[in-house]
């Protein structure tokens, strides 16, 4: 399917799909949806630190880095109705929020460089903080996926959704574009809407954005 633009969503109303947003705070202002999130996953981590109670130990393998989680100040504003349009390159850091209110990063380490270095240094659910203790996922968030493999798990800068590893009715996704999404059904868009999915090899999350992007601070 050819990426159609998103029905456009009344004036002042939050998009339904966003109460599923639990980790966030959300809100319209203007032709923005506004994303509030502390970025403290809610469940456990080696991240946390020893005593805090959230804490558990490493698995097995795991190469703890020495960053601890930081509860931040993350705001996000999206498109109230986002456009499809010209792809562009996702930021280093935040380009988007899962919706335990995690930030999602893409696909690289620092510099740009592959991931692989980094991968062991996941928790059991996928994530790790960055040196300013932003925790963040790079790949499965496996915490979310574990309740649904085609859930809804979050939004990019661009306004479009990112869904699971499977697409409606448990089927695997298929025609996945250069930015890893294509046009379908979703529960929430029973009319069709652009969407991201989550693959198990680069880009994981999203290769580019399909959207014009908002801002993430």
């Not at 998009?15 to 469940?43: C, E, N």
């Amino acid at each position: 399917m050819t990426p159609t633009p998103t029905p456009a969503a009344p004036t002042g109303a939050l998009p339904a799909h966003y109460a599923q947003f639990y980790g966030a705070q959300t809100a319209v202002d203007g032709s923005f949806v506004v994303l509030r999130a502390t970025s403290v996953p809610d469940h456990a981590s080696p991240y946390f630190g020893v005593g805090n109670a959230g804490y558990e130990g490493p698995h097995p393998g795991m190469q703890v880095n020495p960053n601890r989680i930081t509860s931040q100040n993350m705001v996000l504003r999206v498109p109230l109705s986002p456009q499809a349009g010209t792809a562009s390159d996702t930021p280093m850091g935040v380009m988007g929020v899962s919706i335990n209110g995690v930030a999602l990063f893409n696909q690289y380490a620092a510099q740009r460089a592959p991931l692989t270095s980094e991968i062991g240094s996941f928790d059991r659910f996928n994530g790790h903080p960055q040196q300013n203790g932003v925790y963040h996922y790079h790949i499965e968030p496996l915490y979310l996926t574990a309740q649904g493999s085609s859930r809804l798990l979050g939004v990019l800068l661009d306004g479009f959704p990112v869904y699971g590893t499977r697409d409606t009715g448990g089927v695997l996704p298929s025609g996945l574009d250069t930015c890893n999404g294509h046009v379908g059904t979703t529960p929430e868009f029973p009319g069709g809407i652009y969407h991201y999915h989550i693959v198990s090899e680069p880009p994981y999350i999203a290769g580019c954005f399909r959207g014009m992007p908002g801002t993430a601070s």
